[in-house]
């Protein structure tokens, strides 16, 4: 008795498995992989970040004792009221002698070197208890005009006998003389010497 197999039946023949299956296995390995290398990369990268920011928190605490150590050794400077007024003295001079240097570049240059020596006469022989509040030289120094104070009356003539032996003013005549006294200093004696020019101006 013969017993036949057919071997071309379907259960005995060997499937390979689907191509899809393979690639969606594939595909889910690789997402894995790339998973845990993104979460390694963040983990890695936020350690980083926490490190930075330690640093920086220290930095600032250093920083801060620093600023509060120099606060303490250098104080907030306090306003010199003398250092201010000096300085607020120092600019009105300044101001003074821009204005006078002006005034003279725009001038005669003969009746310049008459009003500057008429100048330096007047601060080369000074008189102890006398001083001058103004001088006042027009026209290349023909007008002339002086104001002032003394400590006493009796210092004046003296003062104008120095102004004439010394012929700080070329020989200038003087038409007025006026004085008055201060009453809230009892010997002071404000004075005015003018000449015709300047008097009747």
């Known amino acids: 008795m013969r017993q036949q197999i057919n071997l ?13 299956s ?15 290398l993104f979460a390694g990369f963040s983990y890695w990268q936020n350690q980083g970040l926490a490190q930075q ?18 606060e303490q050794r250098y104080p907030e400077p306090r306003k010199n009221v003398l ?22 570049s725009t001038q005669d240059p003969q009746g310049n070197g008459k009003i500057l020596a008429a100048l330096n006469g007047l601060a080369r022989h000074p008189l102890k208890g006398v001083w001058l509040n103004q001088v006042r030289l027009a026209e290349g120094g023909a007008q002339v005009r002086l104001s002032g104070s003394a400590l006493n009356a009796e210092i004046i003539p003296d003062y104008l006998g120095l102004i ?5 003013f070329g020989g200038q005549v003087f038409s007025r003389l006026s004085l008055n006294r201060v009453e809230k200093k009892l010997n002071q004696i404000d004075f005015t010497l003018e000449s015709p020019e300047a008097d009747n101006r």
Do not use: C, G, T, W
């Open 83 to 104: 250092l201010e007024e000096k300085i607020i003295r120092l600019e009105q001079e300044m101001k003074s002698q821009n204005e006078a240097l002006n005034y003279f």
């Open 8 to 20: 071309y039946q379907d259960v005995l023949i060997d499937k390979p498995e689907p191509f899809q």
């Open 22 to 36: 393979r690639s969606a296995a594939l595909l889910l390995l690789l997402a894995v992989i790339l998973l845990a």
């Open 164 to 168: 004439s032996e010394n012929n700080i």
């Open 53 to 70: 920011l330690d640093r920086i928190k220290k930095q600032h605490e250093a920083d801060s004792q620093r600023i509060a150590e120099l």
